[in-house]
């Protein structure tokens, strides 16, 4: 997708000013909640607030609502902050574990997502899991050649080693375990509609692609 000159020179004026260039380095990897934001930049939340006004204003981030806690709100780079900024370089995990609430579609897409992209190993786990991968998501993976079918969703507590790059792919399981890395993916199965689903996929293999290329070492 190209980004034209208009709105290439209205990113670029938002991200002359360090804390807001700052924040969008932040959410290279993971979703933040403002308050995450302004911890870990030490600034005041009414100058947060400003800046990620200007910032989604200028198409650079989306925000939306948590779907556990609805207190709470998180903050993405959009597609065009992404073209312009790329990802920062980062170490290869020697592991990854994909979480979400009932790791029966979000989870379960990345992990298979990911085997078609990195060696890395892989695996994927609900904080409560449900009885058996959705069927709206065996049939969007089979559209793009991953396969589903013999996949069974799992507890956290039986897959994870704790040597692992926890990456949380839904609200709920974030706030449940703190995940390091959090993708505020909205759940699917609430429409219950391949739309929904495959609107999942994509964001999921979006990132996931992104995450891999940020790798150190990885082909540019």
Not at 28 to 50: K, M, Q
């Amino acid at each position: 997708m190209s980004t034209s000159l208009e709105t290439r020179a209205t990113a670029y004026a938002a991200l002359g000013e360090l804390s807001r260039l700052a924040i969008v380095d932040l959410l290279a990897d993971a979703d933040l909640a403002p308050g995450e934001l302004a911890t870990r930049l030490d600034l005041p939340t009414n100058l947060i607030a400003h800046h990620l006004q200007v910032l989604q204003q200028a198409g650079l981030i989306a925000r939306r609502r948590s779907e556990g806690d609805a207190r709470r709100s998180y903050v993405a780079r959009t597609e065009v902050c992404n073209q312009l900024l790329g990802a920062s370089r980062r170490p290869r995990p020697s592991k990854v574990a994909f979480v979400c609430s009932q790791n029966s579609a979000r989870s379960q897409l990345a992990e298979s997502y990911w085997r078609t992209v990195s060696n890395v190993p892989v695996a994927s786990a609900g904080t409560h899991p449900a009885e058996r991968v959705h069927p709206r998501a065996i049939t969007v993976a089979r559209r793009h050649g991953l396969d589903l079918t013999g996949a069974t969703p799992k507890l956290v507590g039986d897959v994870l080693t704790g040597d692992e790059l926890l990456i949380a792919v839904c609200d709920r399981a974030h706030e449940d375990l703190h995940s390091p890395l959090h993708w505020s993916v909205p759940d699917p199965a609430k429409a219950d509609t391949l739309r929904a689903f495959d609107i999942a996929y994509d964001d999921i293999a979006s990132r996931v692609s992104q995450f891999v290329a940020s790798f150190e070492g990885a082909a540019s």
